[in-house]
């Protein structure tokens, strides 16, 4: 009796401790979902300077409110140029002050998002480009712009379906698929050039390309055996490496920023479930989503501690978050495709209206989220890709 | 502790701003120019050449253990006249979320089999198609795994394996665009390309 007293009490401590471990870990890095905005107020800024700082800032977990209330006063004029400080209130300290030249006014405003967020020992995205799909049906082509949608370019104009852009870190190269050869091929396009090489074009479909943290792999989704399976090459197409043997269904690979582990959506004993392989090969492991229905399209944060996922329930799909090492899942907004932003915290992901995509950016420890400015003639706008 | 902190960087800040320019004036200091945008111009991609052949990494499986059938080349049939309504009539759906042909569709992946014995030299692009359920990841493949599937049943029923290319559209190239059953279960399918070699 007394000795179960003991254990119990043992226990007790043991689950109170890992608790208060585990709040620990939040404090560090996000709690997804469950984070209160952090309060600011804007004054002297006016239209499009103003409407770019509220986006870009509420984006990354900022919320607006009067001088009062708010931890942190921004304000400046934008005459032509940008000038913008902020500052702490409570101990009448500046965290930013500056006088902004060159550019448009967005990217002056986008670089003072930046410097704000930097000084608060975050990293800013406001400066940073996104990849999508874009449909005009039956067509689709890809297309670049910036985090917030503006300045879009067109990438492709192949006049038939190009779609899954992937963004090569650090690099101003995509990989995509395209149907341009009358197949499913994977390619290789150059931004800065516009040449482009056809990378993947095997027998049967090349699909869903992820190119690896340090550039210098791809996984993709290829049926040349007659199987939709996982394999990994070099960026050079050599070494060509089969991952996975099944006739399920494997799909959407992504990698861990330490390049290790390819993640991807898979099915186990016919439910679908998310999976990750070591990229030189090796056994399965299962990662646990806590019973979110049919995970696909996963996404592991650059920070390696999370993985975001698309899940589908009857009324629709939903964002979902899980530690990288699987557990308990966490539903945030509905949507599909997410990607991760360099920050570790921002996701873009597309929301789906009828059969049409917009695009969107959710703030995943506060929840916030707002959609991405449209093209005009582009019916659906999908699967993201953020450059990082 | 948070006060000391930026109390520092006021104090650090101060004397860098005393140091460099006496600090009179309480406007903005240090005009920071922006470099020019990162992406310039994206040119046209072009045609997109050069065509990387298949390297053929794995051994073509024994015929005791249930494996795919390694697909072909990618441009064995490059230039092949496509015909979309000889087998208009035999295309193949699907339950959804499901590459299993059912029994009711058999028969059609038979009369298949039968115009590509009876047509010889002709091939078969089998198209699989997804409805709008399930995203665009996972559509891709469940389009390819459903023409996959009626590919080995066709080769189950004698057709070479060099007959039969497979694509997959996802839910991409929809037969009705509406989002009922109705529709969906008309999108879950394979259609049959007929491919005839070009007049010479």
């Known amino acids: ?388 | 502790m948070k006060l000391n902190k930026f109390t520092n960087l006021l104090v650090i800040g101060l004397v860098l701003c005393v140091a460099a320019s006496g600090c009179k004036s309480k406007k903005p200091v240090g005009v920071t120019d922006l470099p020019a945008p990162r992406v310039g111009k994206v040119p046209d991609a072009g045609p997109g050449a050069p065509i990387k052949p298949d390297q053929g990494t794995t051994a073509v499986p024994g015929p005791s253990v249930p494996e795919g059938t390694p697909s072909n080349p990618a441009n064995l049939h490059d230039g092949w006249i496509k015909d979309a309504e000889a087998l208009k009539a035999q295309t193949v759906h699907f339950d959804f979320d499901s590459s299993v042909i059912k029994a009711s569709e058999k028969p059609k992946v038979a009369a298949v089999a039968d115009y590509l014995k009876a047509n010889k030299g002709k091939a078969v692009l089998v198209e699989g198609n997804c409805d709008e359920r399930g995203t665009e990841g996972y559509n891709m493949s469940l389009g390819e795994r459903r023409a996959l599937a009626v590919r080995e049943e066709l080769i189950g029923l004698g057709i070479g394996a060099t007959e039969v290319d497979t694509i997959s559209y996802g839910k991409d190239r929809p037969v009705d665009p509406g989002h009922d059953e109705s529709a969906w279960k008309k999108n879950r399918r394979d259609d049959f390309i007929v491919l005839s070699p070009p007049a010479k």
């Open chain 1, 1 to 388: 009796m007394r000795l179960k007293q003991i254990l119990m009490a043992l226990i007790l401590v043991g689950a109170g401790g890992s608790t208060y471990s585990q709040i620990d870990i939040t404090k560090t890095t996000v709690a997804p979902g469950n984070t209160p905005p952090i309060w600011v107020s804007m004054s002297g800024l006016t239209g499009e300077a103003a409407s770019t700082l509220q986006f870009d800032l509420y984006v990354q977990g900022f919320a607006f409110t009067n001088a009062a209330a708010a931890q942190y006063l921004i304000s400046g004029s934008n005459n032509e140029n940008l000038q913008a400080k902020a500052v702490d209130p409570h101990n009448q300290s500046t965290l930013v002050s500056k006088a902004y030249a060159g550019a448009s006014l967005r990217r002056q405003v986008h670089a003072f998002a930046d410097d704000f967020v930097q000084a608060l020992s975050r990293k800013g995205i406001a400066q940073t480009k996104i990849a999508f799909k874009g449909e005009n049906s039956p067509d689709s082509e890809i297309y670049v712009a910036d985090f917030d949608g503006h300045n879009t370019q067109q990438v492709t104009k192949d006049q038939t379906l190009v779609a899954a852009p992937d963004w090569v870190p650090k690099h101003m190269a995509l990989y995509y698929v395209s149907y341009k050869l009358n197949h499913a091929d994977i390619f290789y396009h150059d931004l800065t050039t516009g040449a482009r090489r056809a990378f993947a074009r095997y027998g049967g479909s090349n699909m869903s390309p992820a190119v690896s943290p340090d550039g210098s792999r791809v996984a993709m989704i290829l049926s040349k055996d007659g199987w939709t399976d996982l394999y990994v090459c070099d960026a050079d197409g050599s070494n060509l490496k089969r991952l996975t043997k099944s006739p399920q269904d494997e799909s959407s690979p992504c990698w861990s920023p330490d390049g290790k582990w390819i993640c991807f959506a898979a099915k186990e004993k016919e439910r679908r479930t998310l999976c990750k392989v070591p990229a030189a090969g090796g056994a399965l492991q299962h990662i646990g989503t806590s019973g979110m229905p049919s995970p696909t399209e996963p996404d592991w944060s650059p920070d390696g501690k999370w993985i975001a996922f698309t899940a589908q329930y009857r009324s629709g799909f939903q964002i979902c978050v899980v530690p990288a090492e699987g557990g308990t899942a966490i539903s945030l907004v509905e949507g599909e495709d997410p990607s991760w932003a360099p920050n570790s915290r921002t996701l873009a992901y597309g929301r789906r209206r009828g059969g049409h995509y917009t695009l969107s950016l959710l703030d995943v420890p506060t929840k916030q989220y707002k959609d991405v400015s449209r093209i005009s003639g582009i019916s659906s706008q999908s699967q993201p890709s953020w450059a990082r």
